[in-house]
């Protein structure tokens, strides 16, 4: 079993649409949770942070978190064109001890205009 | 603040060759990561170093890759001697641990290695 699973995609949306972008991980003691994009040819960039089971918004992006189903999601309301790009999930251990951050495959997004 | 800072941002070299990849982590930051990225594989990591000491080099792939961290501001990963399925991104990232929760990580630009 791989440690972040994500769907490789790619996930086609069209513009305006809520794209839904989905995580499950193994390590039931991960802590800290994030979103990284991913343009092609380019490095990651973090967009979303989230450490508390919920939700946390931040602008067109939501992040939620299901620490009990080990499960983290990602929604991008009003898709863009320009959000087209891989999105990469990355789980990191307590946070007392070793800072390892493990990534998922990534899910490209495609959205359509 | 300047970034993670990579160089050189693409390596063509022939098979054999020593190749060196140098990063610059940004200035306060004392966690420095090394990752190779592929289609095939993904983003994985190569190896850690927490306040210059590497903690965790279990993903370094055979005893022909090497990296060393001699002070705050520099690292370096070597590969000696190179082969083409090494050829990929090599991604170099840092982070700080501030008050209680773990911080991100912050990636620079990559190195493009290409092995003939």
């Known amino acids: 079993q791989k440690e972040v699973e994500q769907n490789s995609g790619p996930l086609s949306v069209p513009e305006g649409a809520i794209a839904s972008l989905n995580c499950t991980y193994s390590d039931r003691v991960s802590q800290s949770f994030f979103w990284y994009r991913q343009y092609s040819g380019k490095s990651p960039e973090l967009i979303m942070s989230?450490?508390?089971?919920g939700d946390k918004e931040d602008g067109r992006f939501t992040a939620q978190l299901n620490k009990a189903s080990q499960y983290v999601s990602l929604l991008i309301r009003d898709s863009q064109p320009s959000d087209s790009a891989t999105y990469l999930c990355?789980?990191?251990?307590?946070?007392?001890?070793?800072?390892?951050?493990?990534f998922g495959t990534g899910t490209k997004l495609q959205v359509i205009p | 603040d300047a970034g993670v800072i990579q160089s050189p941002r693409h390596e063509v070299t022939e098979m054999g060759q020593e190749v060196t990849l140098r990063c610059k982590p940004i200035?306060?930051?004392?966690?420095l990561f090394w990752y190779r990225q592929t289609m095939m594989r993904g983003l994985e990591l190569l190896i850690y170093f927490n306040n210059n000491v590497p903690i965790d080099d279990s993903g370094m792939p055979e005893d022909r890759f090497s990296a060393k961290m001699p002070n705050a501001s520099f690292s370096t990963l070597k590969i000696q001697p190179s082969e083409p399925r090494d050829s990929a991104v090599y991604f170099c990232a840092s982070s700080s641990r501030t008050g209680i929760g773990n911080q991100p990580q912050h990636f620079g630009d990559g190195t493009r290695l290409s092995i003939l």
């Open positions: 990355a789980v990191r251990g307590p946070s007392g001890g070793y800072q390892k951050v493990t």
């Open positions: 989230i450490y508390s089971n």
């Open positions: 200035s306060g930051h004392n966690s």
